[in-house]
């Protein structure tokens, strides 16, 4: 079955960085495209970055372009997340998924991984 483990999170100044991780299994991880989402307490989990499965072609939500780069290591069934310039807006739980365009391609989420920015 489908299992996704997100780290890398913790708790940063404003205009700090990380670097989110997440290792993917149970399909065939080079065949898909890969992202991230975040969510909130209380509201909708949104999308934050695509990449598609060779790695060639990326795609941000508005919110995070020129901040956030997605890169992945297909060889090691990983996504990453490379956070940059954050704010206190971007704390919330961030969690990967395999793709099929830009909504998750199964109905099964990991542990997610918290992220706080202080102001």
């Known amino acids: 079955q489908v299992q996704l483990v997100e780290s890398g999170g913790g708790l940063v100044q404003t205009g700090g960085s990380l670097r989110l991780s997440c290792v993917a299994s149970?399909?065939?991880?080079?065949?898909?495209?890969m992202g991230w989402f975040r969510q909130a307490p209380g509201k909708e989990r949104e999308f934050v970055a695509r990449?598609?499965?060779?790695?060639?072609?990326?795609y941000y939500a508005d919110s995070v372009k020129g901040r956030f780069t997605i890169s992945r290591d297909n060889a090691k069934n990983t996504v990453y997340l490379q956070m940059n310039n954050l704010k206190p807006g971007d704390t919330v739980v961030y969690y990967c998924?395999?793709?099929?365009?830009?909504?998750?391609?199964?109905?099964?989420w990991g542990q997610g991984t918290q992220v706080t920015v202080s102001s």
């Open positions: 990449i598609s499965w060779s790695g060639g072609i990326e």
């Open positions: 998924n395999f793709l099929n365009g830009l909504a998750p391609a199964f109905n099964y």
């Open positions: 149970g399909r065939t991880f080079s065949r898909y495209a």
